[in-house]
């Protein structure tokens, strides 16, 4: 089945330690996005990649990083420079040619708690 | 600055009651709308695009008013399964002000169906 696959899908941090998150789809869209949801608000755009190879920051990208070597995957890692990391993390997709209205698909996101 | 704005409720309805929420969009280059439903604690899904001349799926209906700058979503006949958060979403790529990849999020409205 086609879709986008996210791991872990809760994962435990100490202080300090950076953690990777993991993102693959197999829809073979273009563009691959990491949104970060605190409760009760919206999704906070991290970073965005509309291509292999390159990737934008998005409106909160301090205390992250990502890579783009793979059309399939866009992993994300939270430094220890990040001063807030525990929220939902979502990662996303979409086809970027043709309609504006082009469906952004959602993975199942990865839940981090900083103990 | 790209806003877009919802009542965040939540919205306690009747099962059977009909529903509106409505959102507003600060960008009026705005290119495309729609609206995404997230229950708890799982990721967003496309609910419906919301076209110029409106659109109707079934029991949701959703209009857009481009000279006032507001989408809304009408929910008829509601079931307890539509209990979720509905987020209004807003694509302004390409336009002046627009967001970095285009999709801005609304905060979401909780909508809560009481039996």
């Known amino acids: 089945d086609g879709g986008i696959t996210q791991s872990p899908k809760y994962l435990f941090r100490k202080e300090g330690q950076n953690v990777t998150l993991s993102c693959e789809q197999n829809?073979?869209?273009?563009?691959m996005y990491w949104y970060r949801q605190d409760p009760g608000q919206g999704l906070r755009l991290i970073y965005y990649s509309q291509i292999v190879n390159d990737f934008q920051k998005g409106d909160i990208a301090e205390g992250y990083s990502v890579s783009r070597e793979k059309k399939e995957s866009f992993p994300l890692t939270v430094t220890s420079a990040q001063k807030n990391p525990t929220a939902f993390y979502l990662c996303a997709s979409r086809v970027l040619r043709g309609s504006s209205y082009n469906e952004q698909f959602f993975g199942p996101g990865t839940r981090l708690t900083v103990l | 600055r790209k806003e877009v704005e919802q009542d965040p409720g939540p919205f306690n309805v009747p099962e059977g009651a009909t529903v509106a929420f409505n959102c507003t969009y600060s960008?009026?280059?705005?290119?495309?709308f729609f609206w995404y439903r997230q229950d708890c604690r799982k990721e967003p899904k496309l609910l419906m695009s919301v076209y110029s001349s409106g659109n109707e799926d079934g029991r949701f209906t959703a209009q857009l008013n481009r000279a006032s700058q507001y989408i809304s979503l009408l929910i008829r006949d509601s079931k307890l399964s539509d209990s979720a958060t509905y987020l209004c979403?807003?694509?302004?790529?390409?336009?002046?002000?627009?967001?970095?990849?285009?999709?801005?999020f609304g905060k979401g409205t909780h909508l809560i169906i009481q039996p």
């Open positions: 829809l073979n869209h273009d563009a």
């Open positions: 979403v807003v694509n302004d790529k390409g336009v002046k002000g627009g967001g970095a990849d285009g999709l801005t």
């Open positions: 960008n009026s280059a705005s290119q495309s």
